[in-house]
């Protein structure tokens, strides 16, 4: 019974249109955006290649000179596309993906795509993730809002309920429609997007990407879900095919565009954070104040390179302010970059009731777009740029300079900059993506309960209409 129903119900969305042409406005839009994804992610992997062999590489020849001028030159970080950005680029357009190993300071990530963007971009990024999150929910819509409503109208209604047909099986029925409806739309540009995402994958990575993708599609079937049932409660509730598309629209406006925006300035609010002068303030003085007690405990003096501090001391003073440096900059960065994470976790929780935002986290977690994994590259970015002046400062302990004035004299070649490897980043495992989208997934699945125990009570309650 239920799959005649079903069968009924898709048949119907076939032959009034709803099914070609919503559905296939969706579907050109998907492809389109799998293409411009496919190209970008290829191109954008390429262009990061190239330029961390040719930064190397400069670092390799850059000839003979005092370590101290090539820690200051130091090397570049680039941030590899991941596979499935092509699905959903996250916070990619945003935060950058180039970070400069400089000495002693750790840098913030450079070139943002976003920087050189149009006032469009506000509206979002043409990607498949913004496409499934923004657009799939109102396609749900267009399908199903005349699910009970409709026939209610028509007098159908009437009929089936006078038949004894349970209401569980009504509900069930015109889900599993909406259900085969998306999955005959959305399955080939699945399947495509997967292929894609294959072909673009590092080697060895084939089966992290499949996972990633799996568990991907999992996470947009429960999104789905929640928005089937909202629609059919809906539908069931209201009087007439009109009221219920008018609801419904108006959920999806609060869901797609006001939600978001008011979540972000609420998580702004509960956990605010400085504004980069003010961090830097922060940062430079917390830095001078540790610098100053290094100095005073070993030399004596707080005065740079003074009389009590010769030069032939000079590599254990830079040595020495950059280790107690890490300490401060682990804390400044971590304070900033914990209530990022705060202000994420306002946004997931939230998700109970605004889906949207639970899916948006989801998804770009999967896909390794978020800021978790984005956190992961800029430490492991770190980790390489103290691995450089740890050897740098170890030098020039080794060979201290001697010559009064001439504190340049002393120059490395080579055998020095070779000791020190490119700069090769690997992201962290999908499993390790799944076990961070905990909170969000049990918002998604607080917003599926929800969404099912209210259109089973708006079934049950159409009885009495």
Not at 232 to 257: H, K
Not at 288 to 304: H, I, P, Q, V
Not at 326 to 342: I, N, P, S
Request: net charge positive; hydrophobic share 50%.
């Amino acid at each position: 019974m239920i799959w005649l129903m079903a069968r009924r119900d898709v048949l119907e969305r076939w032959r009034d249109g709803r099914l070609l042409w919503a559905g296939g406005m969706i579907m050109v839009l998907l492809l389109t955006a799998l293409a411009i994804g496919y190209q970008h992610r290829q191109q954008a992997r390429a262009e990061q290649r190239a330029a961390q062999s040719a930064d190397y590489a400069d670092w390799l020849k850059q000839g003979r000179r005092h370590p101290h001028d090539a820690a200051h030159q130091g090397m570049h970080a680039f941030k590899p596309e991941a596979a499935l950005a092509l699905i959903d680029p996250g916070i990619n357009p945003y935060i950058g993906s180039t970070i400069w190993l400089q000495a002693h300071r750790q840098s913030d990530v450079m070139f943002r795509p976003a920087q050189d963007a149009t006032g469009l971009q506000r509206f979002g990024d043409l990607s498949a993730g913004w496409i499934l999150q923004v657009l799939g929910p109102l396609l749900v819509i267009v399908l199903g809002f005349n699910a009970f409503a409709g026939e209610r109208e028509q007098g159908i209604l009437r009929q089936a309920l006078s038949l004894g047909l349970p209401a569980s099986r009504m509900l069930w029925g015109k889900a599993a429609a909406l259900g085969l409806s998306l999955l005959m739309l959305l399955a080939p540009a699945g399947v495509i997007a997967g292929v894609a995402a294959m072909l673009g994958a590092d080697p060895g990575t084939h089966g992290d990407t499949l996972l990633r993708f799996g568990w991907l599609v999992l996470c947009y079937c429960l999104y789905f879900a929640v928005f089937i049932f909202l629609t059919l409660g809906v539908s069931a509730l209201a009087s007439t095919s009109r009221v219920a598309i008018t609801v419904l629209l108006a959920l999806w406006i609060g869901n797609a565009v006001i939600a978001p925006r008011v979540m972000a300035e609420l998580s702004r609010r509960l956990y605010p954070t400085p504004t980069q002068l003010q961090f830097n303030q922060q940062l430079g003085a917390d830095l001078k104040a540790t610098s100053d007690r290094l100095w005073l405990a070993n030399f004596g003096t707080t005065e740079r390179w003074g009389r009590d501090v010769p030069l032939s001391k000079w590599g254990r003073a830079l040595q020495l302010d950059d280790h107690a440096s890490y300490a401060v900059f682990d804390r400044h960065f971590g304070r900033l970059w914990d209530t990022w994470e705060r202000q994420q976790g306002v946004q997931e929780w939230s998700g109970a009731v605004l889906p949207m935002l639970a899916m948006r986290a989801l998804s770009s977690n999967a896909a390794g777009t978020d800021f978790g994994h984005h956190r992961s590259f800029t430490t492991a970015a770190e980790q390489h740029r103290r691995l450089i002046q740890n050897i740098v400062s170890a030098d020039l302990v080794q060979h201290a300079d001697v010559l009064g004035g001439q504190h340049f004299a002393y120059q490395s070649g080579p055998e020095l900059w070779k000791r020190i490897p490119a700069f090769d980043y690997h992201p962290p495992a999908a499993a390790w993506a799944i076990e961070r989208s905990g909170r969000s997934l049990l918002s998604l699945c607080a917003a599926l309960a929800l969404a099912l125990v209210f259109a089973w009570q708006a079934t049950v309650r159409q009885r009495a209409f």
